[in-house]
């Protein structure tokens, strides 16, 4: 049974980086078909989609236009994991991010997520 | 704004069929088979129930069905259930945005 684990901090001060991980248990995160998502939900932004890391030959990132700049997801092999980090964070990053499996990379639905962490972005 | 528009909500009564509608453009929606749509109760993690316009994945009640005509998706559920009763999001293929984009969201009522 293929599972997604998600940890990291649930409070991020203002301007400061948000980080989380998300072990992977079933699958591989090199996985030639899969890829590895980070989704965010919101009350007032609703779910978003942030961006993926997968594997094709080489490892690939693809990132939402609107976080671009701040953000990088990074493959972890030797844990079989992958990671979140946003950067220079307001308290308009405060959501449950989730992870989330593509299993067929170019099909771009979600079969498998985590089970989120809550995000409070405060001083 | 979402990317995707959904209605708030919707409302029905066990046994009866609904359908909910998700409108995007001819850039996502009416350009690719790629809209999926999840259900997420209160607290929960959304769940996949339809992917590829119409595809139903492996343990998802045949109750629901999706289906896509232009530039607008729906999903219907059949024979309600009051576990129906929940939050349901489409989802769509959307290269000219950010690849992926979500609707607003429908809340199931009434149930």
């Known amino acids: 049974q293929v599972q997604l684990q998600q940890s990291g901090p649930g409070l991020v001060k203002p301007s400061q980086t948000l980080s989380l991980t998300c072990a992977i248990s079933?699958?591989?995160?090199?996985?030639?078909?899969?890829?590895w998502n980070w989704i965010r939900q919101s009350p007032s932004r609703g779910l978003e989609w942030l961006g993926r890391?997968?594997?094709?030959?080489?490892?690939?990132?693809d990132y939402a236009v609107f976080v671009k700049s701040r953000i990088t997801i990074n493959p972890d092999t030797s844990k079989n994991q992958f990671s979140l980090q946003l950067n220079s964070v307001t308290p308009e990053d405060t959501a449950v991010y989730y992870c989330?499996?593509?299993?067929?990379?170019?099909?771009?639905?979600?079969?498998?997520w985590g089970r989120g962490t809550l995000v409070t972005v405060s001083s | 704004q979402s990317a995707l528009t959904q209605p708030a909500s919707v409302s029905g009564s066990p046994g009866q069929s609904i359908t909910i509608s998700c409108t995007g453009t001819?850039?996502?929606?009416?350009?690719?088979?790629?809209v999926s749509w999840y259900q997420q109760h209160p607290g929960k993690v959304p769940k996949l129930m339809i992917y590829?316009?119409?595809k139903r994945p492996s343990g998802v009640s045949n109750r629901f069905s999706g289906s896509k005509s232009g530039n607008t998706a729906s999903l219907t559920i059949s024979g309600l259930q009051p576990e129906d009763e929940a939050d349901y999001y489409c989802c769509s293929y959307a290269p000219s945005r950010s690849y992926v984009v979500f609707g607003g969201g429908t809340k199931l009522t009434d149930l």
């Open positions: 989330a499996r593509e299993p067929v990379g170019g099909y771009w639905y979600f079969d498998l």
């Open positions: 079933g699958d591989s995160v090199s996985s030639n078909s899969a890829t």
């Open positions: 001819s850039s996502d929606v009416g350009s690719y088979d790629l």
């Open positions: 590829e316009d119409s």
């Open positions: 890391t997968y594997y094709r030959s080489k490892w690939n990132n």
